[in-house]
């Protein structure tokens, strides 16, 4: 039994009747209901966490806040790489994001938002790369996550509800949906154990002027425009 101890203590081995319980680095999530059901208690560090959504503006950066603030605590910077509209500035300050450590770069075609990705990632500078595409394959994929582990960041991969069907090597897929009175409904595809068998629905407080796209009919900044600050997005 030693020798079975010592394999399922490693981090990435696990039951797949039940959640990894070997210490994994996590980052908070900010949502109680949310980190009691991710192996480690949080977003994973040094890994792939895919956002499955379709749209803007369902809640996806209100889950995402949480976070983000706990990287300002520690004296870590993020990347934004490929948003699909401006930053609205004054709701992130205000959502208690540090603006002089998000950085925000616009590719010039989509295809170049995951090479800047897995540059970053591998760089090991940011704390935290998020990057909007619709575009990844597989093999897209795994090298953003064999990026993200040797650069030890926490990296969010944003692709359409569609991708939900194809295969992937990140170790944690969620599928996010719009739920009942501006709650978030998230479904947990595949974790380091069984899929959660129900959608979570988090209460997301919303920052001030919190403005959504998807439903007000904004449309994206030009790809130009995107690495400035203006109020359209939060």
Same mark, same amino acid.
């Given at each position: 039994?030693?020798?079975? =101890? ?5 981090? =990435?081995? $696990?039951?797949? =009747? &039940? ?7 996590? #980052? ?14 949080? $977003?994973?560090?040094?890994? #792939?966490? *895919?956002?499955?959504? =379709?749209?803007?503006?369902?809640? *996806? ?6 976070? @983000?603030?706990?990287?300002?605590? +520690?004296?870590?910077?993020?990347? %934004? ?5 401006? %930053? ?21 075609? *989509?295809?170049?938002?995951? $090479?800047?990705? +897995? ?10 790369? #998020?990057? $909007? ?23 969010? @991969? ?14 944690? &897929?969620?599928?996010?949906? !719009? ?22 629905? @988090?209460? #997301? ?15 994206? !900044?030009?790809?130009?425009? &995107? ?8």
């Amino acid at each position: 039994m030693g020798a079975l =101890d010592a394999v399922l203590a490693r981090p =990435d081995v $696990w039951r797949g =009747d &039940r959640l990894a319980r070997a210490p994994l680095p996590a #980052l908070a999530t900010g949502h109680a209901a949310l980190d009691a059901e991710l192996p480690g208690g949080g $977003w994973p560090r040094g890994a #792939l966490s *895919e956002l499955l959504v =379709d749209g803007a503006g369902r809640g *996806e950066m209100s889950l995402l806040m949480p976070a @983000l603030r706990n990287i300002r605590a +520690e004296g870590g910077w993020s990347l %934004l790489i490929g948003a699909p509209y401006a %930053l609205h500035a004054p709701a992130w300050a205000a959502a208690g994001v540090d603006l002089a450590r998000l950085v925000v770069v616009s590719p010039a075609a *989509e295809r170049d938002a995951l $090479w800047a990705a +897995e540059q970053a990632l591998a760089s090991g500078a940011p704390d935290a790369v #998020l990057c $909007w595409t619709a575009r990844a394959d597989a093999r897209a994929v795994r090298r953003l996550q064999v990026a993200a582990a040797a650069g030890g960041a926490t990296a969010f @991969l944003f692709r359409p509800a569609a991708a939900a069907a194809e295969a992937s090597v990140a170790p944690l &897929r969620l599928a996010l949906a !719009a739920g009942p009175a501006g709650q978030l409904a998230v479904s947990i595809l595949k974790r380091r154990g069984p899929p959660l068998a129900a959608p979570l629905r @988090l209460e #997301l407080p919303r920052p001030a002027h919190h403005h959504d796209p998807a439903l007000a009919g904004a449309r994206p !900044a030009p790809v130009a425009a &995107r690495s400035a600050f203006r109020p359209a997005w939060a």
